[in-house]
């Protein structure tokens, strides 16, 4: 029997702290890092008598400040080798110049020396363009999934203007001083603060706040840290950061109902998904089959439930691993599998403090283990694996199978099939499991929705490829078109759907229905 997760009463701050422990990972920082700016934060609003309405607007800004930042990663790991190292430099070199140089530093690094000199020249030529804007376009990202968690505009305000500095030379660079939203203010220093304040104790916090007074942060802030240091800092490691956050929830807490979670769910698997354009919504696919595969299996609806939710989270691991491991062409070393072979624990860590979402990891964490005791990350066999895991881990089989990955082109679903059906002859795979689920995607209505803004069959096609990563040029070699051609479809599907870089329109995509393609 699976264990039904609960459905009422579930706490959008558990599911959004729940997410950020994969963003921190996804920042090369521990987890609990941006639980931990959440308590600066909110002791900083306390200080200046920021009362309930703004301090809830603190708390969710803080809460979700970063998660857009791993929606172009794949660019970023293109462009310098380890998306995890590189945004991580935020905390050794700050916003600014300097950050900008150790970025640059880095373009091309993990490749041998003539590859990297390539791949410099790239990107003077083209890189900077393509990635012209992408912090700001984090923010904004940002602010979008706080918009479909149902949060108020001054959040969205909030985390839209999050990378503003006092001194109006951050991103997108429109506001400074004072006009920056005091919760992107108080939530900016919170931040850095938590990382200098673990590292190196209060004195290295005050020594940061007093180095970029007026700089990166308020003046009256960063005065604030100085001299109310023991208040803001006080007794921080030995707090309970999960525990201490959602029970600092300010004013009244935020219970989403069954519909309102699940509809939460699917917005942060969506851009859980945008991690690297080779998974583009294999989540929500994965979750279809599952809950299909369920109903075929007889169960009752409230465990159909609990596989169709499980099989959303599934990849919120993920966000902990490099895309260069993620979109590595190659074959991977030892390091590279075994960070591979975590994710689904790092699934399970994610979720294991909430009562209403840890059933869900209990699913999540096992749906790569075989029952030959070959599979990960602990190797169980046999009945040490949950039903639930056994069919969701034939759906993930069997949709990875159907999308193309960087070491290969998607296969057809009869190559597919018969290769999910060897993995159970094979007794890896439990055969009632790969029978539903195969039963359930011959039979699902092959349906095309009516083609979103106004986007010909041509510029679907395109959109899909650009989606996937691919450039121009590439495009137009799997089209048949010329690069310029491919191009201009480009330009038209970025007018149409208003946005101007891949990650917003890879989110376009998935949400109308347009990926991962069906045959």
């Not at 009463?9 to 996804?26: H, P």
């Not at 970025?103 to 690094?109: E, R």
């Not at 060897?422 to 092959?446: I, M, N, T």
């Amino acid at each position: 029997m699976l264990m039904a997760a609960r459905s009422d009463n579930v706490r959008l701050a558990e599911l959004v702290a729940a997410l950020s422990l994969g963003v921190d990972l996804g920042f090369g920082q521990p987890m609990e890092h941006v639980l931990r700016q959440c308590l600066i934060a909110l002791r900083l609003a306390e200080q200046i008598g920021l009362d309930d309405g703004p301090r809830a607007v603190v708390y969710y800004t803080a809460l979700l400040i970063n998660v857009g930042c791993h929606s172009d990663a794949h660019e970023q790991a293109k462009w310098f080798g380890d998306d995890l190292h590189l945004k991580s430099n935020k905390y050794r070199h700050g916003i600014g110049v300097r950050g900008a140089a150790a970025s640059m530093a880095l373009v091309g690094s993990g490749n041998p020396p003539l590859h990297r000199f390539r791949t410099g020249l790239e990107f003077a030529f083209s890189g900077r363009r393509e990635l012209d804007g992408m912090i700001a376009e984090h923010a904004r990202l940002a602010g979008v999934l706080a918009k479909q968690l149902g949060l108020p505009a001054a959040v969205t305000d909030a985390i839209s203007s999050g990378y503003e500095l006092w001194n109006g030379r951050g991103w997108p660079g429109k506001l400074a001083g004072e006009k920056v939203p005091i919760a992107s203010r108080v939530v900016h220093i919170a931040e850095f603060l938590e990382v200098a304040h673990r590292i190196g104790g209060i004195d290295a916090a005050r020594v940061l706040a007093k180095k970029q007074r007026g700089k990166q942060f308020d003046p009256a802030l960063a005065d604030l840290t100085c001299e109310r240091s023991a208040t803001i800092f006080g007794g921080l490691e030995a707090l309970q950061a999960w525990s201490a956050v959602i029970d600092s929830e300010p004013a009244l807490a935020v219970d989403l109902s069954g519909e309102e979670f699940d509809a939460a769910l699917m917005a942060i698997a969506n851009f859980v998904d945008l991690k690297t354009p080779y998974m583009l919504g294999h989540s929500r696919a994965v979750a279809e089959l599952g809950e299909a595969a369920g109903k075929r299996l007889g169960l009752p609806a409230s465990e159909v439930r609990t596989l169709w939710r499980a099989g959303l989270v599934l990849g919120f691991g993920r966000l902990g691993v490099s895309n260069a491991i993620w979109d590595k062409a190659g074959p991977l070393g030892v390091g590279a599998i075994e960070r591979v072979r975590m994710h689904p624990y790092i699934t399970e860590r994610m979720l294991h403090q909430s009562s209403a979402l840890a059933p869900l990891g209990k699913i999540a964490v096992q749906h790569r283990e075989r029952l030959d005791g070959s599979g990960y990350p602990r190797g169980l066999s046999g009945t040490a694996i949950s039903f639930g895991a056994r069919i969701l881990g034939a759906a993930d089989a069997y949709q990875a199978m159907r999308e193309p990955r960087p070491y290969r082109e998607a296969r057809s679903s009869e190559e597919s099939a018969e290769a999910l059906r060897a993995e159970a002859r094979a007794s890896r795979l439990d055969g009632d499991a790969v029978e539903a689920v195969l039963g359930a995607a011959g039979h699902r209505v092959q349906r095309r929705p009516v083609r979103p803004a106004g986007l010909s069959a041509r510029e679907v096609e395109v959109l899909q490829l650009l989606a996937r990563g691919l450039s121009s040029k590439q495009i137009g070699a799997r089209l048949g078109i010329s690069s310029k051609t491919a191009a201009n479809h480009i330009e038209h599907i970025y007018a149409k759907i208003e946005t101007t870089n891949r990650a917003s329109a890879s989110l376009f995509a998935i949400q109308h229905g347009l990926l991962p393609e069906t045959d």
